[in-house]
C-alpha cells in the first residue's frame, strides 16, 4: 500500500505549483485522502483533505481560498493546486490516507516519499 508525491521544486513567491499523488495496492476509492507538509525540525501540518467520493474537502486555514484539492479515481490520482504560493509554503508535502477526512494529522496511514516544495526568489 503506497502513496508516492511528486510535483513539487522551486517556485518564486505568488507562483503556482501542481502536486501529484499517485496511489497503489489498495482500493483508491474508499479512502478520503489528505495532504500533510512538515518543515524539517518542525511539526508536521494538515493542509488539506479530499473525501472518498471527491464530494467534500478541506483546507487548513493557512492555505484556504490558495490551494486546491481534487483527484481523480478513475486513475487513482489525488493532486493539489497551490497558487499565491508564500515562502511559508516551504515544507516537505505529503499525502496519506484515512478513511474519513479529519482536521488534523491524526489517523492517516499509508505515508510515502513526501515531494519538496520551496517558495524563494
Known amino acids: 500500500f503506497q502513496l508516492q508525491a511528486s510535483g513539487g521544486g522551486l517556485v518564486q513567491p505568488g507562483g503556482s505549483l501542481k502536486l501529484s499523488c499517485a496511489a497503489s495496492?489498495?482500493?483508491?476509492?474508499?479512502?478520503?485522502i489528505g495532504w500533510i507538509r512538515q518543515v524539517p525540525g518542525k511539526e508536521r501540518e494538515w493542509v488539506s483533505c479530499i473525501s472518498a467520493s471527491g464530494d467534500s474537502t478541506y483546507y487548513a486555514d493557512s492555505v484556504k481560498g490558495r490551494f486546491t484539492i481534487s483527484r481523480d479515481n478513475a486513475k487513482d490520482m489525488v493532486y493539489l493546486q497551490m497558487t499565491s504560493l508564500k515562502s511559508e509554503d516551504t515544507a516537505v508535502y505529503y499525502c496519506a490516507r484515512r478513511a474519513i477526512c479529519m482536521k488534523r494529522d491524526i489517523g492517516y496511514f499509508s505515508w510515502g516519499q513526501g515531494t519538496l516544495v520551496t517558495v524563494s526568489s
Open positions: 495496492g489498495f482500493i483508491f476509492d474508499a479512502y478520503a
